[in-house]
């Protein structure tokens, strides 16, 4: 199989060639075939693809707060002290060092 370099002058070469310019013609053959000797041989690949674990599947974890924070007084800046619901997903290695 041609490379992309050696596959474009060829075309090139081609073109020129047929609106008579036969010396560009030629320059660009020329080039086409520098890049087909330069080319590596198709002999196949010396590296095989390898398969890669299947992964673990996902854990579910329930991070909500089961104590209530009080609201602030009136006096106090306001803020969001609502409890929050927090739902963490992580793979079960990393559970058992979570806790």
Not at 56 to 71: E, G, I
Request: charged share 30%.
């Amino acid at each position: 199989m041609p490379t992309k370099e050696e596959k474009g002058y060829s075309d090139r070469a081609e073109y020129h060639r047929l609106k008579g310019r036969t010396a560009k013609a030629d320059r660009l053959a020329a080039i086409a075939d520098a890049y087909y000797e330069a080319a590596p041989d198709d002999d196949g690949p010396e590296a095989a693809a390898m398969a890669m674990p299947v992964p673990r599947p996902r854990m579910n974890t329930n991070a909500v707060s089961t104590t209530r924070v009080p609201k602030p007084q009136a006096d106090e800046p306001s803020s969001n002290t609502d409890p929050v619901e927090i739902r963490v997903v992580c793979r079960p290695s990393i559970a058992g060092e979570l806790g």
